[in-house]
């Protein structure tokens, strides 16, 4: 057995309303429409590398590449039906890591690393957004965390 494997995922989605039935009055207009269609990338892909010794030691180095996506934030213009105020974000890759040893079959220990390089979502667009102290943008599909490191121990009985 070869002790790396390559998953990848390449998917791509979208969203588009044709038609609006059904509503109240005044509640589904055309900025409402463009925050349903657009806040998630179209693509999303991912790289794994995985490595299994098939003993001691397994991990793994994965990059997420998110794609461009818009927001008008929330902000609705007087009449509903304006995205002028339409902001768009950059895609990003993050990189993971984890590094996993087995001991006595029941016991695992794991560091790693999810986002290690901390990239962070472009900065927020809404006005009124950065004025409240919004640094990143709140509709980030990958968050405005940035990076997050770990140590976890597992005990299988």
Request: aromatic share 14%; proline share 5%.
């Amino acid at each position: 057995m070869f002790p790396i494997e390559l998953p990848c995922g390449l998917p791509w989605s979208g969203a588009d309303i044709d038609v609006v039935v059904n509503v109240a009055p005044n509640t589904v207009n055309a900025t409402r429409v463009f925050d349903f269609e657009n806040p998630v990338p179209n693509q999303r892909n991912t790289l794994t590398i995985e490595y299994d010794t098939g003993g001691i030691l397994q991990g793994y180095l994965r990059f997420n590449r998110y794609g461009n996506w818009q927001s008008t934030g929330g902000q609705l213009e007087a009449d509903g039906n304006d995205t002028s105020n339409t902001t768009r974000y950059g895609g990003e890759i993050l990189t993971d890591i984890e590094a996993r040893f087995t001991f006595a079959e029941n016991y695992i220990v794991a560091v790693g690393g999810e986002n290690i390089f901390d990239v962070e979502a472009d900065e927020e667009g809404n006005g009124p957004l950065q004025f409240l102290g919004v640094r990143q943008a709140l509709t980030s599909p990958f968050g405005f965390n940035g990076g997050f490191w770990y140590l976890r121990a597992n005990a299988n009985f």
